[in-house]
């Protein structure tokens, strides 16, 4: 018998812990009795049905999993599925069929050209280039990464700016002296652009589906409409001011070991020298993505455009890089598929929620409390549950479940439209808390930097300072802008 065979590997009581306290909670939600209705303003009752019981039995479970990481997170996802199936919540033909959502295929289709971007040494062209202009203090990379990440948002989809700034990140920090090993420099680097990617993605409707959604909403309810440039209008001071509010909170909270990396720029310079002009492969890959997100802004202007799927024109680009030979099976084989089953399990559990009627059910009673609140309450309020909706759900989800509620109950205390459905978007795009809430999260998550809880702890306090954002934006910014507040 060898010694490793000879010494029991030690248990961990802290995983075992939140294993069962996750299926403890979906046992007690499940087999609970039947809960009572929700009430909307107008009178009617919303009756939560068993399946949607259970679908709010496994929003807990799948939840504490998640955050405690207690098996892979994409095993969490797989789960979702499962459960579902096995338990009568949703046919499986339904809750599987979300493992290959159009959404999930963005992502999948936004990580292969994360890998060419790397294979072909785009990414390190462009890192060296930046470390060149923003010079050797880690406080100006973190800054000039941010900056970089937020510019992209405004014209592509923050799925793909992670995934374009991915690898991009991986060079950087390549040269930052510690290897893999994780650091505060490499956590704030990563979970930064996440965060940065999502307050980026606010500004015009080009970030992300969720400004269409809340907008189509804005239209049918109210009968008024908002362009796309007066998102822009009242979006960018919010967006931007985040951008910077983020990257003083990296600098408190993840405060980079070393304040400077000596030699950085020299050592960049001379890196980048020796890559040599730009190979073909180079100008092969970067004239696919280009195209590929030249055609996706442009949906938004050309009607003719419009209805090709977004998931669809972007996989035109993987199948090229394999027809080109760019990429090869090996390559496929690579793909983070822990990253693909997470987000395809959230994608699940969003269409769970929303299917059964539980997310409309949670909506309902939450925006109840507040119906006689002062407007300021009742706003803010729509704001929070859209932010801790959006953390297990689609952000399109939990618009589409919170800002009709919310735009019928605003009459009553006089609250303008407009407030409602853009203080709901600023939340939207900022999931902090957890890995599923959006794709750049778990895009970051790739890095091995950090972990889910880790995640989730440095999520609560940006989490605060979005919505004392909110706040100022309310009472403040968007007055001054011009915005109405109040209809009296």
């Not at 822009?232 to 003083?248: A, D, E, K, R, S």
């Not at 100008?283 to 419009?306: C, K, M, R, T, Y």
């Not at 409309?360 to 925006?367: D, H, P, T, V």
């Amino acid at each position: 018998m060898t010694a490793a065979q000879a010494t029991p590997s030690k248990i961990d009581f802290r995983r075992l812990f939140f294993l069962f306290l996750g299926l403890f909670l979906f046992t007690i939600v499940y087999a609970s009795p039947p809960w009572p209705n929700a009430i909307d303003p107008m009178g009617k009752e919303f009756m939560l049905s068993p399946e949607g019981k259970a679908a709010l039995a496994l929003f807990l479970l799948a939840g504490t999993w998640w955050v405690f990481e207690v098996v892979p997170i994409g095993i969490t996802g797989l789960t979702i599925g499962v459960v579902q199936a096995l338990f009568f919540i949703r046919p499986a033909s339904a809750a599987f069929k979300d493992f290959m959502d159009p959404s999930v295929l963005f992502i999948f289709g936004s990580l292969v050209i994360g890998m060419v971007f790397t294979k072909v040494g785009i990414t390190k062209r462009l890192a060296y280039k930046m470390l060149i202009i923003v010079g050797e203090r880690t406080s100006m990379i973190y800054l000039g990464c941010f900056v970089v990440t937020a510019l992209l948002t405004h014209l592509m989809a923050h799925t793909a700016v992670a995934a374009t700034m991915y690898p991009l990140l991986l060079s950087i920090y390549a040269l930052y002296g510690e290897g893999d090993k994780p650091t505060k420099f490499g956590k704030g680097l990563f979970i930064g652009m996440a965060f940065v990617a999502g307050a980026g993605s606010i500004i015009t409707l080009l970030g992300a589906a969720r400004g269409i959604v809340a907008l189509g909403f804005y239209q049918e309810i109210t009968g008024q409409e908002i362009s796309f440039f007066e998102l822009t209008y009242y979006m960018f001071p919010i967006g931007w001011l985040m951008v910077f509010v983020l990257w003083g909170f990296f600098m408190v909270f993840l405060k980079p070991e070393k304040a400077v990396i000596p030699g950085l720029r020299d050592k960049a310079r001379q890196l980048s020298a020796e890559m040599g002009p730009i190979s073909r492969n180079e100008i092969i890959s970067a004239s696919i993505i280009f195209g590929v997100i030249l055609f996706l802004s442009l949906q938004s202007f050309i009607p003719a455009l419009a209805d090709f799927n977004k998931a669809a024109v972007l996989l035109v680009s993987t199948i090229l890089f394999f027809i080109l030979r760019i990429l090869d099976i090996k390559d496929l084989e690579d793909i983070p598929w822990n990253i693909i089953l997470l987000f395809a399990g959230a994608m699940s559990m969003g269409f769970c929620l929303w299917q059964t009627g539980a997310a409309e059910w949670l909506a309902i009673n939450w925006l109840g409390f507040f119906s006689e609140a002062h407007w300021f309450v009742f706003v803010i309020a729509i704001a929070f549950f859209v932010m801790i909706m959006t953390n297990f759900i689609m952000n399109v989800a939990a618009i589409a479940i919170s800002v009709p509620v919310a735009l019928v109950v605003a009459p009553y205390l006089g609250v303008a439209p407009e407030v409602i459905v853009f203080a709901a978007l600023v939340t939207a795009g900022m999931p902090f808390l957890l890995l599923v809430g959006a794709a750049p999260n778990a895009i970051a998550y790739n890095s091995k930097q950090f972990t889910s809880g880790e995640f989730f702890a440095y999520g609560i306090p940006a989490s605060i300072l979005l919505m004392a954002l909110v706040a100022l934006a309310v009472l403040l910014i968007w007055p001054l802008l011009g915005m109405p507040i109040l209809t009296n």
